[in-house]
């Protein structure tokens, strides 16, 4: 008892600093990579969990050195794998706290089919999915998520790829917990990550990271102090769907199809709109297709926060019930039982 | 009648017919109850690739080959004394491997205006009528109809009570070879338990066909192969594929490790995965990923978490995991990558055996990258070899591929199985926990064996980075250090040479340093080497024989050994890949053996590969 309390007490007293590590942080000045650290160090002394256990696991891009900048365990791996020697861990090792980092073109591109089969069986571990996209270690083509039309090194005339819609993706693949933050709003990023540690199965938070480098302003519409409040729309459980600067406009669900509403104009007010219920699938299916390009007329704002959580059984639980019941019915391991197997014969 | 019993030292008898005939099982069956007999054996199952191939064409024809003797068996023999023909495509497709004057069992029933239509043969040209099998012993029967006879008062259907042809075969033959048919009946007892009309129909039919034989006038003659001469001991039959799992469970077992398992099902290695898959009450993981780079990545996870972690594949899966494997070179983290060798290159023989992926395992990844490469050289010394490998991941924290094939996979022989005291031990260290006042852990750092150490997470103090940049020689920081990137690819081909002096030295299987012509195999080749060695000496033709189990590194002493020899012949199911290394490293002029045809060497085909190169 003694020693747990002193666990406690020790981890009670972590704070940011704790977490950074010795090495110096290699990302370009001005990259929303800094922001995403800084609030991951800033969350990891308040879960409470030793830092031994916890566990940084990256694939490869500009966001997958993350693991270096953590005092914690953690595993710079290979290219889209991430999520796979995530998984392994995670069967191997329920006991620990692990965190993935990856890309756009780490988890949409190379690693597309890990990351949907790791959403399906549900390990207990949390994702995030850094959107930027382009690639930027590899100096600047067009990825899985850039608009059709994106003019890079690798498209002179423009991508002819229709993008990837991550999180549309993720319901697809049966996931538990499905999230969008910013690199640009870190107290909501704070809350998004806290609700990822505390969903027991696999959080996905997709975040809208700026390269500033090769894709500057992506995200300008959701960031941008004039244009941001009219084009995001800020997801909370059991509150309506209310955006726009002077919080003026709301979303109705017309059958099956969202609309905009003019909350100014009288005809509507907050109690008539869509009320969000981050338990609703089919909702949050819609959600997800909140997707337009913000410059258009009429857009519906782009979503952040959590559109969907599901408490579902995780694969490790499952694995260590079925080796358990087995344990019970056949006993103690007998390896020289199994290695002489049902018939055997003596040789003089 | 009177009858006459024949006493044979060896017999080789293959069952072949439609992949839907119950070959397999068949075999397997004939297989256990002559292990349990006492006689020595091997066995070979050759299937079609199809799982349901086109009925009664040549390509649909499934083998399983068996031989068993009273003397030492090293292979499933070359050509074979009895073959049993369920139809016109088995017999067309196998008489030529039939000895002269050897016996044919027919199911005439298999010999219809259809089944010979498919099988491609001429109208008019019944084999059963044309006077072609006049050189052999035939004993024509209908197995379909005899079948359906006895299972007059079953209450199965046709289609259900013809499933049961396969048991009359294997009654029959058990009476030609003098044998007990209870194994069978109790393998039969625990198969159908939940369905007491198909037990009861299968026992009808395997007593049927014993007593067919004992009754039907036309057999006079009944072989009797005694029990082998073995050295004394306890025996079970074990399978190559069943024999790796066993050897893995046993290593974890040992080593007080959970045993994880990433794989992707692959012919000829899914069978590891469901050995494995039935143990779980030893606490075994076993992970069906979505694809065999998830498999070993799977694996890479569970092992940096502290379990012993396994893959298994064949060549097209292994070449999808080179990445990952030079990921876990890098983190020099114990991992066990099992290849069950097919015929390549690309799908190719799926099958069909070969041993063509041994330069793959030695060389086939980017940068350099050197893992400890094993192989085994039969069914039984799957489980020595895998437990080899698990040894040797551990002990010196680094990937190590086992390498086995097809042939030796899903063949069977007698294995005289270790108690687990008798196991060696495996010796597990973790880094153990630091507090806050002392040295800073360093990852990287190696031991006398050139080794670093094993740092779980969820250990105090040992909180470290890694990945697979390279890394700095004592932080495991990322280092672009000149120096530091020629220090480390150096000392982690060190670190592998130095397996060397952990495993044991080279011997001569037979012969002597005065012997005319050493032949060196490696993995599956040991029986068909080994036989011929054998059946050479009685001749007065003295061969040295030596089996290279470890390839990289390769013992200490192989060099001396070599040098000992003028002649020296190299038969690999390859086009030369061990004359390769062994040119490379020893300089010496080896002669190749190759045979690239998806089956095993005959042992009279290295015969007359080693006559020949003694007359040069």
């Known amino acids: 008892m003694a020693e747990a309390k002193d666990i406690q007490e020790e981890v009670q007293k972590l704070t940011a600093k704790d977490f950074v590590s010795d090495q110096d942080i290699r990302w370009c000045p001005g990259c929303g990579d800094y922001s995403i650290l800084k609030q991951v160090q ?15 696991i990256s694939g490869i891009g500009c966001s997958s050195r993350f693991p270096y ?58 994702i995030l999915l850094f959107n930027n996209q382009i690639y930027g270690l590899t100096k600047g083509q067009y990825s899985p998520t850039s608009e059709v039309g994106k003019k890079t090194k690798s498209t002179p005339m423009g991508s002819i790829d229709h993008p990837f819609n991550p999180l549309a993706l993720c319901m697809g693949a049966e996931s538990t917990f499905v999230a969008r933050a910013l690199d640009r709003e870190p107290k909501h990023l704070r809350n998004i990550l806290m609700r990822a540690e505390q969903h027991q199965g696999t959080s996905l938070i997709e975040i809208y990271q700026n390269c500033n480098i090769f894709n500057d302003g992506a995200f300008g519409g959701f960031t941008d102090k004039q244009t941001k409040k009219d084009n995001s729309l800020y997801l909370e459980h059991g509150q309506p769907l209310v955006f726009g600067v002077k919080e003026d406009k709301g979303v109705i669900l017309d059958g099956f199809e969202p609309r905009i509403v003019d909350l100014t104009s009288g005809e509507y007010a907050k109690e008539d709109l869509w009320i969000h219920d981050e338990k609703c699938r089919n909702k949050a299916n819609i959600l997800t297709r909140f997707f337009d390009d913000p410059s258009n007329e009429g857009a519906l704002p782009r979503p952040f926060g959590i559109f969907y959580q599901e408490d579902r059984f995780r694969y490790e639980e499952a694995l260590y019930e079925q080796l358990d019941t087995l344990k019970k019915l056949e006993g103690d391991p007998n390896l020289d039982k199994l290695l002489a197997g049902s018939n055997t014969w003596e040789v003089e | ?26 075999g397997n069956q004939f297989a256990n109850n002559t292990a349990l007999y006492g006689n020595d054996l091997s066995t070979f199952p050759d299937f079609p690739a199809e799982i349901r191939a086109p009925l009664g064409t040549i390509a649909g024809v499934s083998g399983f080959q068996i031989h068993f003797g009273s003397v030492d068996v090293y292979t499933p023999g070359d050509r074979c004394d009895v073959l049993v023909a369920m139809n016109a495509a088995a017999l067309i497709k196998n008489l030529s ?50 079948t359906r006879e006895s299972l007059k008062e079953s209450p199965l259907g046709t289609k259900d009570r013809d499933r049961c042809k396969n048991m009359f075969v294997l009654g029959f033959v058990y009476w030609m070879y003098n044998r007990k048919i209870d194994s069978s009946l109790e393998f039969l007892k625990t198969k159908f338990a939940s369905k007491p009309e198909i037990l009861e129909a299968n026992t009808i039919v395997l007593k049927a066909g014993y007593h067919f ?156 990258a050197p893992i400890p490469v094993i192989a085994a050289t039969s069914p039984s010394d799957c489980f020595t070899m895998a437990y080899e490998a698990c040894r040797i991941a551990i002990e010196h924290m680094t990937p190590v591929f086992l390498l086995t094939d097809g042939y030796i ?15 060696a031990d495996i010796k597990v260290t973790f880094a153990s926990e630091r507090k806050a006042d002392d040295e800073a852990y360093r990852p990287y750092k190696r031991n006398e064996k050139l080794v670093r150490s094993w740092a779980l997470p969820g250990t105090k103090g040992l909180e470290h980075r890694v990945g697979g940049l390279e890394k700095d020689k004592e932080t495991g920081n990322v280092s672009y250090e000149p120096e530091n990137h020629e220090y480390m690819v ?10 060397a002096e952990y495993i044991p030295s080279q011997e001569l299987d037979s012969g002597s340093e005065n012997s005319k012509l050493l032949v060196v195999g490696w993995g599956s080749t040991y029986g068909a080497i080994k036989t011929v060695v054998r059946e050479l000496a009685i001749e007065g033709v003295d061969i040295a024989h030596t089996q290279i189990k470890y390839i990289q590194p390769m013992p200490k002493n192989l060099g001396v050994i070599l040098s000992k020899f003028d002649k020296i012949l190299v038969p690999e199911m390859n086009n030369g890949q061990l004359i390769k290394l062994i040119r490379d490293q020893y300089l010496v002029d080896a002669k190749p053996l190759n045979k690239i045809k998806g089956v095993p060497f005959e042992a009279r085909e290295i015969k007359e590969g080693i006559l020949n190169m003694l007359k040069q």
């Open chain 1, 42 to 56: 800033s969350v990891m002394p308040e879960l409470g969990i030793p830092r031994e256990d916890i566990v940084f």
């Open chain 1, 69 to 126: 900048y953590m005092n914690t365990f953690g595993m710079h791996s290979i290219h889209g794998r991430a999520t796979a020697i995530a998984s392994g861990l995670k069967a191997a090792r329920p006991d620990l706290s692990v965190w993935l980092i990856t890309g756009d073109g780490d988890s949409l591109s190379i690693g597309g089919n890990h990351l949907i089969h790791l959403l399906r069986r549900n390990f207990n571990l949390n």
């Open chain 2, 1 to 26: 009648m009177t009858q006459v019993h024949e006493k044979l030292e060896k017999v080789t008898v293959l069952f072949a017919g439609d992949s839907g005939d119950g070959i397999q099982l068949t």
């Open chain 2, 97 to 146: 491997r039939l000895k002269e004057r050897g016996t044919i069992v027919v199911n005439t029933s298999g010999f219809d205006k259809r089944n010979l239509r498919l099988a491609g043969v001429e109208a008019g040209q019944n084999p059963l009528d044309n006077h072609s099998l006049e050189g052999y012993k035939v004993h024509e029967f209908d197995v379909t109809k005899l």
């Open chain 2, 213 to 368: 034989a004992d009754t039907c006038e036309t057999f006079s003659n009944r072989f009797e192969v005694k029990p082998a001469k073995m050295p004394s001991g306890t025996y079970r039959n074990v399978i190559g594929n069943q024999a790796t799992a066993l050897g893995l469970i046993a290593a974890a077992h040992k080593s007080k490790l959970d045993l994880f398992y990433g794989g992707y099902p692959i012919t000829p290695a899914s069978d590891i995965l469901h050995e494995l898959a039935k143990h779980k009450n030893f606490g075994i993981k076993t992970f069906q990923a979505e694809d065999e780079i998830a498999g070993i990545c799977a694996a890479i996870g569970a092992s940096f978490g502290g379990d012993l972690a396994v893959t298994a594949s064949s060549g097209p899966g292994i070449a999808l995991k080179g990445e990952a494997l030079g990921l876990a070179l890098m983190l020099e983290i114990p991992l066990v990558i099992v290849n069950v060798q097919r015929g390549g290159p690309s799908t190719g023989l799926p099958t069909k055996t070969e041993q063509a992926d041994l330069l793959q395992a030695v060389y086939g990844r980017n940068g350099e």
């Open chain 2, 409 to 423: 996979a899903n063949g069977a022989e007698p294995w005289r199985y270790p108690k687990s005291s008798d196991l």
């Open chain 2, 490 to 499: 150096k000392i982690r081909a060190e670190k592998v040479a130095k397996i």
